[in-house]
């Protein structure tokens, strides 16, 4: 079955630099969820996606945007790039129109900020 | 502020026994609950969810339980195997929110 793609799975940035994380949701799948796990720590819901519209928000930095594209892939920006923004980063996706709301992760990209 | 605490942090246990992971929440309004395993630096892999008017779901060898009233699920792991080896992590989603909000996880290793 198909799963969530995430690309890329690796990153590595200078401090200040930007970077752009994608999401492709499984098929059919409507609501795409952002995750951001550091080292040791539980991932931390940022943002999520239902219908292309922005849906929830939560501990998202002002420095972060994101957004869902006609196609369902979404893309987390992520600009002045910190120390402490090196993390996994998870987008998860759901079915959210029929009740299935089971949150199904990516692999998730890896970010250092050097 | 919803918490959500899993006991026990770590778990050793010999091929073949039968575990018991809890979870706890403070907020008994939740729209959902799900069970996920993550092995190191990898993803988060659903096992199992448990909407907020069921009690329980099954899958193969694991069953998961619900208690809203109290706070608690509970991950029953049949027969455990040493490819169970991973960190098992409960989460919760409250009402009229998208975010599952993640317990400390418990690491669990199964030596043959």
């Known amino acids: 079955a198909a799963g969530v793609i995430q690309s890329p799975r690796h990153l590595i940035k200078e401090k200040r630099e930007t970077a752009t994380l994608k999401c492709y949701p499984i098929?059919?799948?409507?609501?795409v969820y952002w995750y951001q796990q550091g080292p040791g720590q539980d991932p931390q819901f940022l943002i999520s996606?239902?219908?292309?519209?922005?849906?929830d928000k939560g501990s998202i930095p002002d420095r972060f945007s994101a957004q869902q594209f006609s196609d369902y892939h979404s893309e987390l920006n992520m600009s002045s790039l910190e120390l402490g923004d090196s993390a996994l980063y998870f987008c998860a996706s759901s079915l959210e129109d029929r009740g299935y709301n089971e949150q199904f992760f990516g692999p998730g990209t890896r970010l250092t900020v050097l | 502020k919803q918490e959500v605490t899993q006991i026990p942090a770590a778990l050793s246990v010999p091929e073949g026994e039968n575990l018991v992971l809890n979870c706890s929440f403070t907020?008994?309004?939740?729209?959902?609950l799900q069970w996920f395993r993550q092995d190191p630096g990898k993803g988060l892999t659903s096992l199992l969810l448990?909407?907020?008017?069921?009690r329980e779901q099954t899958s193969g060898r694991l069953n998961a339980s619900l208690d809203k009233s109290s706070g608690r699920s509970t991950l029953y792991i049949a027969a455990s195997q040493p490819g169970d080896s991973a960190t098992y992590l409960c989460a919760v989603r409250l009402a009229n929110t998208d975010k599952l909000i993640f317990g400390t996880g418990t690491r669990l290793q199964v030596f043959p």
């Open positions: 448990i909407q907020s008017s069921q």
């Open positions: 098929p059919r799948h409507d609501t």
């Open positions: 907020d008994s309004a939740i729209y959902n």
């Open positions: 996606f239902y219908e292309k519209m922005q849906s």
